[in-house]
């Protein structure tokens, strides 16, 4: 299963010593429920089995280790990532969990560019500020309409 090393490592919610806050961008609806929330060294969320926050979860932790880039509108991965090379070669299998992922989040994305871009633009520029990114090798949104 890939996602299950993500509650063992947990890296993504962990800020390495010497390194700035990372602020988690948050849709329009998630500040109205959450607030704020931000890292400083470990996610307060964070629980030894993972995210306590279930299906509150905020889309810019399910996205990851995924960003999307709106002016490309091109999906892009977190390079330090130890699910990389499983989920790149998960991507040749429609039926895999990282091709679940992606198509998951294609629709969320989708649905964002029509109702919260600023979002997406913000969550980005978070990504590509804190993050060493790697395009993906498939890029789900080529015949994908924004209307």
Same mark, same amino acid.
């Given at each position: 299963? #890939?996602?299950?090393?993500?509650? $063992?490592?947990?890296?993504?919610?962990?800020?390495?010593?010497?390194?700035?806050? #990372?602020?988690?961008?948050?849709?329009?609806?998630?500040?109205?429920?959450?607030?704020? +929330?931000? +890292?400083?060294?470990?996610?307060?969320?964070l629980?030894? $089995?993972?995210?306590?926050?279930?299906?509150?979860?905020?889309?810019?932790?399910?996205?990851?280790?995924?960003?999307?880039?709106?002016?490309?509108?091109?999906?892009?991965f977190?390079?330090?990532?130890?699910?990389?090379?499983?989920?790149?070669?998960? #991507?040749?299998?429609?039926?895999? $969990?990282?091709?679940?992922? #992606?198509? $998951?989040?294609?629709?969320? +994305?989708?649905?964002?560019?029509?109702?919260?871009?600023?979002?997406?633009? /913000?969550?980005?520029? +978070?990504?590509?500020?804190?993050?060493?990114?790697?395009?993906?090798?498939?890029?789900?949104?080529?015949?994908? /309409?924004? /209307?």
């Amino acid at each position: 299963m #890939l996602f299950e090393l993500c509650a $063992q490592c947990q890296r993504c919610c962990h800020v390495d010593p010497g390194y700035p806050p #990372l602020e988690v961008s948050l849709t329009q609806a998630e500040t109205k429920h959450h607030g704020s +929330i931000c +890292i400083e060294s470990a996610c307060t969320h964070l629980g030894s $089995q993972g995210c306590t926050l279930g299906e509150d979860k905020p889309l810019s932790c399910k996205l990851y280790p995924l960003s999307f880039e709106p002016e490309s509108r091109t999906f892009h991965f977190d390079v330090e990532c130890p699910l990389k090379a499983p989920y790149f070669e998960q #991507l040749a299998d429609p039926s895999s $969990q990282a091709s679940a992922h #992606l198509s $998951q989040m294609v629709q969320a +994305i989708v649905q964002l560019e029509r109702t919260d871009s600023p979002f997406l633009h /913000s969550n980005y520029a +978070i990504d590509a500020d804190y993050f060493e990114l790697e395009a993906l090798p498939v890029n789900p949104m080529v015949n994908v /309409s924004t /209307s």
